[in-house]
């Protein structure tokens, strides 16, 4: 499983908080833009997922 994250519902006005709740900080950005999960560090567990307030967000197979 991967994280992607949708780029129509992030606001990319702030930092993203979901990189302080990824576990093993895999979740990086460059100023305001579009975050990016690395994923040979990911490891799915869903935190991010569950933690986004704008579902931007989520996990696919």
């Known amino acids: 499983m991967a994280v992607r994250i949708d780029a129509a519902l992030c606001p990319l006005t ?16 460059e100023g305001f833009s579009l975050p990016t999960v690395d994923p040979e560090v990911c490891i799915s567990c869903g935190s991010c997922v569950e933690g986004c307030g704008k579902g931007a967000m989520q996990l696919d197979d």
Do not use: F, K, L, S
Not at 14 to 29: D, F, L, N, W
């Open 14 to 29: 702030h930092r993203c908080p979901m990189i302080e709740v990824c576990p093993v900080g895999a979740i990086e950005q």
